[in-house]
């Protein structure tokens, strides 16, 4: 019977043998993909592979739409944050929001 110490050299050789074995599989199927690549005329974009924002950046949010116009056509979507300075001004006159909003046909 063999012993720890032997049993664990086999072992150890076992592993880098599939190791090495791993690697040629890989550089075999690389090329292989390669080869099909080249032969099909296909793009990162076929495979799907195209690059895009990379992953956990997140894309610019679109602006929201206008839903109120100042006296000089500036506009406001009402969205978070500061109002702009024409309305915090409008609001401090005593003017209401609703007299700015944006009505279809106006």
């Given at each position: 019977?063999?012993?720890?110490?032997?049993?664990?050299?086999?072992?150890?050789?076992?592993?880098?043998?599939?190791?090495?074995?791993r690697?040629?599989?890989?550089?075999?199927?690389?090329?292989?993909?390669?080869e099909?690549?080249?032969?099909?005329?296909?793009?990162?974009?076929?495979?799907?592979?195209a690059?895009?924002?990379?992953r956990?950046v997140?894309?610019?949010?679109?602006?929201?739409?206008?839903?109120?116009?100042?006296?000089?056509?500036?506009?406001?979507?009402?969205?978070?944050?500061?109002?702009?300075?024409?309305?915090?001004?409008?609001?401090?006159?005593?003017?209401k929001i609703?007299?700015?909003e944006?009505?279809?046909?106006r």
């Amino acid at each position: 019977m063999a012993t720890y110490l032997e049993l664990r050299e086999q072992a150890e050789k076992l592993l880098a043998e599939a190791e090495k074995m791993r690697d040629k599989e890989i550089a075999d199927t690389i090329s292989d993909i390669k080869e099909k690549i080249r032969a099909y005329g296909l793009s990162a974009e076929d495979l799907g592979l195209a690059r895009g924002a990379p992953r956990g950046v997140r894309p610019k949010a679109t602006p929201s739409a206008a839903k109120y116009r100042g006296p000089n056509g500036e506009t406001w979507s009402g969205g978070r944050g500061r109002k702009p300075q024409w309305v915090a001004e409008a609001l401090k006159q005593g003017r209401k929001i609703e007299e700015f909003e944006i009505r279809a046909g106006r």
